[in-house]
């Protein structure tokens, strides 16, 4: 059984920096980061394919977040940097069969708990 366990959220002020782990019991595919505001639907924040050298950010923290993975530690990241109130959300690890990305929570078949990240 796959699973998927995000730590590293907290509460900050805005301009501050953290960074979000993700140890997951798969070791390869598609992952990625998305978040969820209260009342709203969860969205895209960062991928990366299987080998590590692609990815994507939706364009609200291109510069400022970097998704990256060390695969010997089965471990996703995402560093947050520049923080915004509007980065406030609880933010989700995802894992996909393939290796491949698609933009989109219908690519992801696991995801984690969710850590919460407030910006204030």
């Known amino acids: 059984d796959v699973q998927l366990v995000e730590s590293g959220g907290d509460s900050v002020q805005a301009g501050g920096s953290q960074r979000l782990s993700c140890v997951a019991t798969i070791s390869r595919g598609c992952m990625a980061w998305f978040r969820q505001a209260p009342g709203k639907e969860r969205t895209e924040v960062a991928v990366?394919?299987?080998?590590?050298?692609?990815?994507y950010y939706t364009d609200s923290v291109k510069g400022r977040f970097t998704i990256s993975k060390d695969k010997d530690k089965n471990t996703l990241y995402l560093q947050l940097s520049s923080l915004k109130p509007e980065d406030t959300g609880t933010y989700f690890c995802?894992?996909?069969?393939?290796?491949?990305?698609?933009?989109?929570?219908?690519?992801?078949?696991?995801w984690g708990q969710g850590t919460q990240v407030t910006v204030s």
């Open positions: 995802a894992a996909a069969n393939v290796g491949w990305c698609l933009r989109t929570p219908h690519h992801f078949a696991y």
């Open positions: 990366i394919d299987d080998t590590g050298f692609i990815n």
